[in-house]
C-alpha cells in the first residue's frame, strides 16, 4: 500500500435514514472513512450492520422513499457525488466507480447474453464502436479468466456456472476501467474452492490494474487474506477501523474481539466449548444515541447508554468508537 | 477404544434423480446425486458431512431419514432397516429420527405460533391430553433457551438464531435418538452461529443425541464433530477422525478443501501456499469417467481417468478412496503410508 497516498474517495459523516412506520431506521449512523489509491479497504460486518446500505449510498443506488441520504459528503477526486446531478451519477456509476453485487444469478440479466451486458457500459460510458466494444469485451473476459472467450459471448447467463458468472460480474465492474471497484459480498454465495479462484484473481488483478478496491464481506477470513485496511461496522456505524494486521493482532473493541474469538479455528487446539455474543443483533439504530453493542457488551456501564462513543485514535490509522479503554481495561 | 454400538448403518446409498426429455418425456438419464456411499454413524456421536454446493450432502442426509426414497441401497436405524419398511410402519419409526432445517425462515409455517409448531409432532405422535402438551412445550422451550411468554407468537416476530431455536425444540418433541442437521448454521450471522452450535452441543450431552452434521463451514465441523465424511459429487472421498482428517488429509481433495478456506489470521494467510482448484465441479448428471475429481485434481494419473479407486482403510477408521494410495501400498511398502505420501504431497505444493 501506497503510504500517504492521496485518497481517492473520501466520505465524512455519512448518514441514511429509512423513514417507516412508526419512525426511522438510522441505518448509516455517521459513518466516515478514506479509500487511498490502489489499497484494498475490507468491510466487515454481520447483517444488518449498515455495511451495504453505506456503499449503496455512495452512488445513490437506494430507492428514495423510504431511504433517505441526510448528511454529509462523499468526495470522490474533486467531485461531491451527494451533490452530483443525476446524469453525473449515471456516468459515473459503471464508469469512475465498478460495482459487484453479491449474487451473481440475480444480478445478470437473463434475458442478455454475456457479450451484451459487458459491452453495454463500454459502448454508453467510452463510447466504443460495436466491434471495438467486442474486442475489448474478449479482452476482458480473458482478463478475468473465462477461456474460449470470444465463443462464450454469445452465451446467456444461465450457460455459465457460479463462479464463471462472478468472473463477468468482475469483467463488467473492470469495463470502464474504474478508480474505485466496490464488491459487495462478492464471494459469499460461492462454495470455498471457487472463493479461492476469484480471490486469487482479485490479488492478480490489482497488481496489474491497481485500482482501489472496498470489499463487502461478514468473513474475517476473507478480509486477512487480501485487504490492507479494515474497518468493523456495528449497528450502522464504524465502531474500529485500522491495519488488517493491527486490527486483528490487536482488537480493540470489544465487538471485534468478540467476533475473532467465537470463530472456530482450522488449526491449533479445538476448543471444548465456543465463545459466544449473547443476544441478538442490534434493531438497527433505533437509539442513535447510545452505543449499538452496549446491550450484548462485557464492559458496557452508564455512559454506554448516555453517549454514543466517538471514534478516537489508538494509533497510525487505528482507531476505535468506544468508551473503555481495552489497555488500561478500565472506562 | 471401547465398542461402540452403531445407532446408523448405511450401506451403498444411492440417490437418482430422474431426468425426463423428448416429447415422450421418456427418462434419457438420471442426475446422480447420490452415487453409492456407505458409513456408520455410533451412537452419542457426531459425523460431519462436509462438501460443496451440489456434493449431494443435503440429498445423503435426506434419503438416511427416507424423506427421499432411495434408488438402492440400505439404511439400518437402531437395527431397523428404513429403506424397506411399509409407510404405516415407518410413521411409527419418525419420533426416533428428526431433522433440523438449513432456513429457519422456510421450515417454520408463518401461519402457525411457537406452541403450534413445537407441539405439532406431539399432535401427530401421542395422544396426550392438551395440558401435558403445553407443558412438554413449556419444557422444550426452556430446554433451547426461548422464552416461555413467547409462545403464544408468531415465527415472524423472532431473529433467524431465535427462529432455528424453534426448528431445534419441534425436532426435539419426540424424543428422539438421531437427528440430522441439515446446515443448521448456514443462514445465520456469525455471532449467532456460535450460540447454536453450544446449544446442539450442549443438547447432545443432556439428551445422549446422535447427530449427523451437514456443513460447508469446515472450520464449525471440526468443533462439532467427531468423524468427518467429505463428499464430492455423489461420494464419500474421505472419512476420518477429525483430528486425523484435517492434520493429515489423505486425499488431495480434502487437502484442496481444507486450503482454500479462509483464515482470520493475516500472517497466516499470507504465507500458506493455497491449492487452488481450477475449473468447477462436473454435473451429476454427467459425472467423468473413472474417478469423479479427475477433472481438477492436481495430481491426476492416467488410471484416474479409466478406473474409480476403491475405499480403502488407509490407517485405523481413516477411509479414502484415491488412487494416489494404492500406488503407495504397491511400490511403499514400509509403514508409515501417510506421513512419506504427505510428504510427497507437501513437494508437489511447493514446486507448483
Known sequence: MPDGAVPVLEVKDLKTVFRVRGGEIHAVNSVSFDLRAGELLGVVGESGSGKSVTMMSLLDLLPSPPAEV?????????????????????????????????????????????????????????????????????????????????SRLKDYPHQFSGGMRQRVMIAIALACDPKVLIADEPTTALDVTIQAQILELIKDLRQKLGMAIIWITHDLGVIAGIADRVMVMYGGQVVEQGPVREVFANPAHPYTRALLQTMPKLHGARETKLR???????????????????????????????????????????DVACHWDHREGKP | MTERRKLVEVRDLKMHFPIFGGILRRQKGAVKAVDGVSFDIYEGETLGIVGESGCGKSTCGRAVLRLYEATAGSITINGQDIATLGQEELRKR?????????????????????????????????????????????????????????????????SGGQRQRIGIARALALNPKFIVCDEPIAALDVSIQAQVVNLLEELQEQFNLTYMFISHDLSMVRHIADRVAVMYLGVIVELAPVQALYDRPMHPYTEALLSAVPEPDPSAARRKDRIVLQGDVPSPANPPKGCNFCTRCPKVMDICREVPPETREVAPGHFAACHLLDQDQTTGGTGGRGSEHNQRLIQQGEDA
Not at chain 1, 444480478?107 to 459491452?119: A, K, R, Y
Not at chain 1, 449473547?278 to 452505543?291: A, D, F, N
Request: aromatic share 6%; with cysteine.
Open chain 1, 276 to 318: 459466544v455474543i449473547e443476544g441478538q443483533p442490534p434493531m438497527l439504530g433505533r437509539h442513535p444515541e447510545s452505543c449499538p453493542f452496549r446491550d450484548r457488551c462485557g464492559h458496557a456501564f452508564d455512559r454506554c447508554a448516555a453517549e454514543n462513543p466517538a471514534r478516537r485514535q489508538l494509533g497510525e490509522n487505528h
Open chain 2, 94 to 158: 419418525r419420533p426416533m429420527m428428526q431433522m433440523v432445517f438449513q432456513d429457519p425462515q422456510a421450515s417454520l409455517n408463518p401461519r402457525m405460533t411457537v406452541a403450534g409448531i413445537i407441539g405439532e409432532p406431539l399432535d401427530e405422535h401421542t395422544d396426550w391430553p392438551r395440558q401435558k402438551k403445553l407443558e412438554r412445550i413449556y419444557e422444550l422451550m426452556d430446554a433451547v433457551g426461548l422464552n416461555r411468554d413467547f409462545a403464544n407468537r408468531y415465527p415472524h416476530a423472532f
Open chain 1, 70 to 150: 441526510r448528511n454529509g459528503t462523499v468526495m470522490l477526486g474533486d467531485r461531491d457525488l451527494l451533490k452530483v446531478d443525476a446524469e453525473t451519477m449515471r456516468s459515473i456509476r459503471g464508469g469512475e466507480v465498478g460495482f459487484i453485487f453479491q449474487d451473481p444469478m440475480t444480478s445478470l440479466n437473463p434475458v442478455f447474453t454475456v457479450g451484451f451486458q459487458i459491452m453495454e457500459p463500454l459502448r454508453s460510458h467510452m463510447g466504443l464502436s460495436k466491434a471495438k466494444a467486442r474486442d475489448r469485451a474478449v479482452e476482458l473476459l480473458e482478463l478475468v479468466g473465462i477461456p474460449d472467450a470470444r
